[in-house]
């Protein structure tokens, strides 16, 4: 079994900045890509940000220039640092990661529970 596990949510002033974290654990393999995801009261899920196995990235246009996708694959984490936080990007964060639990040539998308951010003064 294989979960991941979100934090670093909470209320910041408009301008400010956090850094979500994302841990896996359990029975992994093999992490490939990782993804950020959020969603917003009324809206549908979104794509942030990713990041391969090779570090290749790439962001959603709304969030260039002020976030920063990274992983670290000793730990099984990957970390969205957000600066310039705007009231729209207020939603709940989500964490994706695409796992391998054995060296069989199959993986599965995994997700983890959400943390809140809010921007507001």
């Known amino acids: 079994q294989v979960q991941l596990v979100e934090s670093g949510g909470d209320l910041v002033q408009p301008g400010g900045s956090l850094r979500l974290s994302c841990a896996a654990s359990?029975?992994?393999?093999?992490?490939?890509?990782m993804y950020w995801y959020r969603q917003a009261p009324g809206k549908q899920r979104e794509l942030v940000a990713s990041i391969t196995s090779g570090g290749r990235i790439a962001y959603a246009d709304s969030v260039k220039g002020r976030f920063t996708i990274s992983r670290d694959n000793a730990k099984n984490t990957v970390y969205l640092q957000m600066n310039s936080l705007k009231p729209g990007d207020t939603a709940v964060y989500y964490c994706?990661?695409?796992?391998?639990?054995?060296?069989?040539?199959?993986?599965?998308?995994?997700w983890g529970q959400g943390t809140q951010v809010t921007v507001s003064s």
């Open positions: 994706n990661a695409v796992i391998a639990t054995d060296p069989r040539p199959y993986s599965y998308s995994y």
């Open positions: 359990g029975s992994i393999f093999r992490i490939d890509d």
